[in-house]
């Protein structure tokens, strides 16, 4: 079984494009460079060295084991996307899009960010391209995140704060698709998340599908079997459905998305899209959405910045909808509980947002049992987050 | 049949002149307020009205009409609210339309939607965010109801797609004056003209122009070659500059019976 998008970039009933007649155009330039590019040798060599010599591919797996003692003494391997160059999974669809950028002839990428990885990712790619680099950030992100936007700063990208709407990441792609809009002929929107308007939702996958490519391998090498479960964070759904992708083929694995919780699903200030939204339209594709009942997007809450969005990609819709992968919900305190085990068990410090899978493998690896073998995508190193979690913790600054 | 919309089009050809097509979102600047607004345009002489369905997240809307449409969703503006302006604008004699992005109308119900436009004497919908790719079930729904769907084209729509999104159109095509999104601007784009001229090749529609048309000498230019002026913007512009709603209101007549005298400088 697999889940494969039309020309037209629909996944069932969800994804396809909703979007300004004005980006057609661009979107059709980039479905046709990134189609051509999946066939071409140079370009392949050329991501696969960029991965081999500058992020940092193959990232290592690790085996969690004092972790996993508080799992039900299931075994928990972690897949390092963590150590990648710039801090997560987001530099591998970075660079892919960087070199179609070139390819097409465009000198000017944009971006939005919520936590500030991709961003950050966005303005690396663009210093070591030579690409003229804007990020769009929430007002209220660019607070919580100060540290990302001092790297991005560092790397030569201006930083956009958002003043409209919520000040968060959705806002961030407004403000993002209106630069698009105005400047499509000379500037690529270099989108961080497998939501948007076809192609993205495909795009970005292909160039995060390297992170499940790897470790099914490399779980294989350690265990001799393939993993009982494997489990993500959830917000737009791009480090989940790279490593996901490889394993819908294997139906005997089962597939977890964990989303943020916020307070609690119940209390309506959580960002869990698909455990609380319902079908609709949001920034160009057709997905699960949180929104009332005119159709106005509802604001999501976090206290993780790149979790904190109120829509999901659409091909993580399809493979709820069909029963393929599961999505649970994880609250802020489940997933600070999380944090702070993984750093005082195996000295790594997550993401927060890489914290809710890790909180969703104490969950699931005491229900399957110590034979179990669960693989989380480690997707992000925390010390953009030491402020948010020193202030969560009491850690006097 | 046709709509009040393919009427006024008809009776503006006849006058050789462009009409003039005021848009205000439901809800702004309150509630009873955008119903004198209708009002004043239709006391001004604007010949039809585009009520806006204010949405959270209008990517094809600049700073003012995101202004608006915040100040309306702040009152709780929802679909009944619509349907009640676009009633208002029929009743006082023009033709109106809606403009939504799509999620409202696929939130409400695609075919129940259209059918409540025609219920209060709608003639058509703008949907700015619906590509044609997309636009299956919202064809269904306009033929059954019997309105117009305009869609937007824009000078990056190529050649070969214009025939296609224009095939698509009734009441009138809506050409997007330049790659942007609405707003008032100290120039119409030089590749509006252009454009009209290739949706002309295409279609007999009529063609109405919108974004950035904000003066009396804009509309007069536009009405040189389209058959149909969009002004937005200005209007926000002018109900939010003013100390309170009575004198915007006043503001908007005095701007509306300016611009409909541009509408008829043209040719």
């Known amino acids: 079984m697999t889940t494969v998008d039309d020309l037209a970039g629909h996944f069932g009933p969800y994804g396809g494009r909703f979007v300004p007649e004005a980006l057609i155009g661009a979107l059709e330039e980039l479905d046709a460079a990134r189609i051509k590019a999946q066939t071409d040798s140079t370009f392949l060599e050329e991501l696969a060295q960029l991965h081999r010599t500058y992020s940092g591919r193959p990232s290592i797996i690790t085996e969690a084991k004092r972790f996993a003692e508080h799992a039900g003494g299931a075994r928990i391997i972690l897949k390092r996307e963590d150590l990648n160059h710039t801090g997560s999974h987001k530099i591998n669809n970075v660079l892919g899009q960087a070199l179609l950028t070139k390819r097409m002839g465009k000198k000017r990428i944009i971006a939005e960010t919520g936590a500030g990885q991709h961003g950050v990712a966005s303005a690396t790619a663009a210093a070591l391209m030579g690409l003229e680099c804007v990020v769009y950030m929430g007002e209220e992100d660019t607070k919580r995140q100060a540290l990302n936007v001092a790297r991005m700063k ?88 790279g490593i996901f992708h490889r394993f819908i083929s294997d139906t005997d694995v089962r597939l977890i998305g964990l989303e943020a919780a916020g307070d609690g699903v119940e209390t309506g200030r959580h960002a869990a899209t698909i455990t609380g939204g319902s079908p609709g339209v949001l920034h160009g594709n057709r997905t699960y959405v949180l929104q009332d009942e005119n159709g106005q997007t509802i604001e999501s809450h976090s206290i993780s910045a790149g979790l904190d969005y109120p829509g999901v990609g659409p091909e993580h819709a399809y493979l709820h909808d069909i029963g393929r992968a599961e999505y649970r919900a994880v609250t802020d305190a489940e997933a600070m509980h999380a944090f702070a085990l993984l750093c005082q068990t195996e000295g790594i410090i997550p993401a927060i947002e890489t914290a809710h899978a890790l909180a969703g493998a104490l969950q699931v690896g005491n229900e399957l049992g110590k034979d179990a073998i ?14 948010t979690a020193a202030q969560y913790f009491g850690i006097p600054l | 049949m046709t709509t009040p919309l393919d009427d006024l089009f008809v009776k503006v050809r006849a006058e050789n002149r462009a009409a003039l097509i005021a848009y205000i979102p439901a809800g702004f600047p309150s509630i009873d307020g955008c119903k004198k607004v209708i009002q004043a345009f239709v006391d001004g002489g604007v010949d039809a009205i585009e009520i806006g369905f204010p949405y959270s997240d209008p990517v094809m809307d600049g700073p003012t009409i995101q202004a608006a449409a915040d100040t309306s969703l702040a009152q709780g503006t929802g679909a009944q609210d619509v349907f009640d302006a676009l009633k208002a604008a029929t009743d006082a004699g023009v033709a109106a339309v809606v403009m939504t992005y799509w999620n409202p109308i696929e939130k409400y119900g695609v075919e129940k939607f259209a059918q409540s436009i025609a219920d209060n004497g709608g003639s058509g919908v703008i949907t700015p965010d619906l590509t044609i790719e997309e636009s299956s079930s919202w064809k269904q729904a306009v033929e059954k109801s019997g309105i117009n769907p305009i869609y937007v084209v824009a000078p990056s729509t190529s050649a070969s797609r214009l025939p296609q999104v224009t095939s698509r159109c009734g009441g009138f095509v809506y050409a997007a004056s330049l790659m942007g999104v609405t707003g008032t601007r100290a120039t119409v784009s030089s590749g509006a003209p252009d454009l009209v001229a290739r949706i002309r090749t295409t279609t007999d529609l009529p063609i109405a122009v919108g974004l950035g048309v904000s003066t009396r000498e804009q509309v007069k230019a536009v009405a040189g070659y389209a058959d149909g002026v969009i002004v937005g913007s200005a209007f926000i512009n002018a109900l939010l500059n003013a100390p309170n709603e009575e004198s915007g209101i006043a503001a908007v007549r005095t701007l509306a019976s300016e611009l409909a005298l541009g509408v008829r400088e043209g040719r």
Request: overall charge negative; glycine content about 10%; proline content about 5%.
């Open chain 1, 154 to 241: 560092l790397l030569g990208a201006e930083v956009v704060p958002v003043t409209s709407g919520s000040r968060t990441l959705k806002d961030a792609i407004n403000e993002a698709m209106r630069d698009w809009v105005t400047n499509v002929e000379t500037t690529h929107y270099l989108l961080g998340t497998v939501a948007g308007p076809h192609p993205f939702p495909s795009m970005v996958r292909d160039f995060h599908k390297i992170i499940g490519e790897e470790a099914r391998e490399q779980v294989l090498e350690l265990t001799g079997r393939l993993p009982d479960a494997v489990l993500a964070c959830v917000g737009g759904g791009s480090n989940a459905i």
């Open chain 1, 374 to 387: 669960i693989l989380i995508n480690l997707s992000g190193r925390g010390d953009k987050d030491v402020q």
